[in-house]
């Protein structure tokens, strides 16, 4: 019984010096352990382990990290991902960049599948186009000495390149995937879309999408929503309305941030269908407050978009311009009234209405002579040539800060 009473006290002693300090995130947590789990014997709760693993990785502290880790099977306590990513974290607040990305394969080695949140901390710090390249040379260091590099961190590289919007730096990284022995999934690809909304590229984002069809990836949602704001930077964006169409009847449903999108560059255009557009993003319970002057400019262009796209009074009893709804939920189902014109089975369509500056119609895109399409593509205009994925679209170097040899170039990859 005195035993018992002996084990408690130290028990609550443990308890006791570890919480405040982790509580604190004081620096001595090291020397609580030391003193607690160390001196004393004393192996904590899996609800204490966590305490101190938090305050272990937001101080940069992974040695403190990988004691924690190592007590878990005392407990019996399978690792779990966020125990992993108290890992990460750690050696990302300690600089310890090429060390987080190899916790991504540990990650995946136990069983678990890593995701973009999982990387979050990597992502959040790779904000240069210098510190990428470092990131990029230890995944070269890794496959280099037989290590498995977790797609999960090949993409970091590609989406931390596209946040910089350095379509060079995302297409040089892209195509190096099979050199790291990684084969790009669908998160590869819709970074690599990313890029081509701040540049305004529609050809390249054909490019990708077609890379994608050749890899067997179907699209999702995200692809989506990237080509609908892709073609929204161009000249003409009809092919946006085709790509939100196609995005509902594959079940997926639209962000909110394509309707705005829509709507605003409908509006500024004094496109009938911003009204349309906005009465569906309300059916979906998306909300905007859409500002005055874009309904003036919406409600000029009113009667000409309705003719011009199609809309009858007949087709709704009152002539409304709310897209009637045959399914729900996501808005699959959703009658196509915003693409006129015939489709190209699988794509865009290429012949139908569109529209000159001051709202006149012209015929549809002409093909060129021999049947062959003009530069960029139909569904390109406005944006430079699509390049080869085996080129790059600038110039520029990786250059090696640790101690490595030489430069290498980004466009010599293949």
């Known amino acids: 019984m005195g ?6 006290r130290r028990k609550q002693l443990c308890e006791f010096t570890l919480i405040p300090i982790a509580n604190e995130q004081s620096e001595g947590v090291e020397l609580a352990w030391q003193h607690t789990v160390v001196a004393r014997h004393y192996t904590p709760d899996e609800g204490l382990l966590a305490n101190v693993l938090n305050v272990a990785a937001r101080t940069g502290n992974p040695d403190m990290v990988t004691r924690v880790l190592d007590v878990l099977p005392v407990l019996s306590v399978q690792p779990e991902e966020y125990h992993l990513v108290a890992l990460m974290e750690a050696y990302v607040k300690a600089g310890k960049v090429p060390q987080a990305l190899q916790v991504l394969s540990m990650v995946r080695s136990v069983g678990l599948a890593p995701t973009r949140n999982t ?17 990029f040379f230890a995944l070269e260091d890794m496959k280099a000495q037989g290590q498995k590099i977790d797609i999960t961190a090949f993409n970091v590289l590609v989406e931390a390149s596209s946040r910089l919007e350095d379509v060079q730096r995302v297409r040089a990284t892209q195509i190096a995937a099979p050199d790291l022995g990684v084969v790009p999934d669908i998160d590869t690809f819709n970074s690599a879309l990313a890029v081509c909304i701040p540049a305004k590229h529609r050809a390249l984002g054909d490019t990708i999408m077609e890379e994608m069809k050749q890899a067997g990836i179907s699209p999702n949602g995200q692809t989506y929503h990237n080509m609908i704001l892709i073609c929204l930077t161009q000249a003409k964006y009809d092919d946006a309305f ?13 962000q ?10 409908c509006s500024s255009s004094s496109d009938g269908r ?14 905007m407050e859409f500002p005055r002057e874009h309904q003036r400019g919406s409600e000029a262009g009113e009667r000409g978009g309705r003719r011009e796209f199609g809309e009858r009074r007949g087709n709704t009893g009152h002539g409304a311009s709310v897209i009637r709804r045959e399914g729900g939920g996501s808005g699959a189902g959703v009658s196509n009234r915003f693409v006129a014109g015939a489709r190209r089975e699988g794509g865009p369509r290429e012949e139908g209405l569109a529209r000159r500056e001051g709202g006149q119609r012209t015929g549809g895109a002409q093909p060129r002579e021999g049947g062959q ?3 960029g593509g139909p569904r390109g205009e406005g944006g430079p040539r699509a390049e080869s994925p085996q080129r790059n679209e600038g110039s520029g170097q990786r250059r090696r800060t640790d101690g490595g040899s030489g430069t290498t170039e980004p466009t010599a990859r293949t």
């Open 3 to 8: 035993q018992d009473i002996n084990v408690e």
């Open 256 to 265: 909110a941030e394509a309707y705005r999108q829509l709507a605003m560059r």
């Open 274 to 287: 911003a009204k349309m557009v906005i009465a569906e993003m309300e059916s979906l319970g998306y909300k």
């Open 373 to 375: 399409r003009r530069e």
């Open 119 to 135: 990387a979050q901390p990597i992502l959040d710090v790779l904000t240069t186009p210098e510190l990428v390249d470092q990131a």
């Open 242 to 254: 085709f790509y939100l169409e196609t995005s509902k009847s594959e079940g997926f449903k639209p």
